[in-house]
């Protein structure tokens, strides 16, 4: 059984900071690529940022320089850090997490997801 938890989401002014926390839960576990996604009212969700094993990052252009992705293999975590927040950043985000099966296969895990508001 796989467990995706997330923490850290909040009411948060338009200019500040917050950061969000992503951890694993499971019996020996080879997690691959994990990632954050955010899903905005009325909007599909985005993947924001996501993080391979290696450390290899992909982010969206919207959130460079603003948003900060780092992981802990030994851990099995991953944290947002986001800063110059502004109120298009208002979502739902998401934790995603590849889980290696039987390799090459892999199983993606959800977490239940955190809410960010950004006020004006």
């Known amino acids: 059984q796989v467990q995706v938890v997330e923490t850290g989401g909040g009411l948060v002014q338009t200019g500040g900071s917050l950061r969000l926390s992503c951890s694993v839960f499971?019996?020996?576990?080879?997690?691959?690529?994990m990632g954050w996604y955010r899903q905005a009212p009325g909007k599909q969700r985005e993947m924001i940022a996501s993080?391979?094993?290696?450390?290899?990052?992909t982010m969206i252009d919207s959130v460079k320089g603003r948003f900060a992705i780092n992981r802990d293999n030994a851990k099995n975590m991953i944290e947002l850090q986001m800063s110059s927040l502004n109120p298009e950043d208002t979502a739902v985000y998401y934790c995603?997490?590849?889980?290696?099966?039987?390799?090459?296969?892999?199983?993606?895990?959800w977490g239940q997801g955190t809410q960010v508001t950004v006020t004006s």
């Open positions: 995603r997490a590849e889980v290696v099966t039987i390799s090459p296969l892999k199983k993606e895990y």
């Open positions: 499971g019996y020996d576990l080879r997690i691959s690529t």
């Open positions: 993080i391979t094993r290696a450390g290899t990052i």
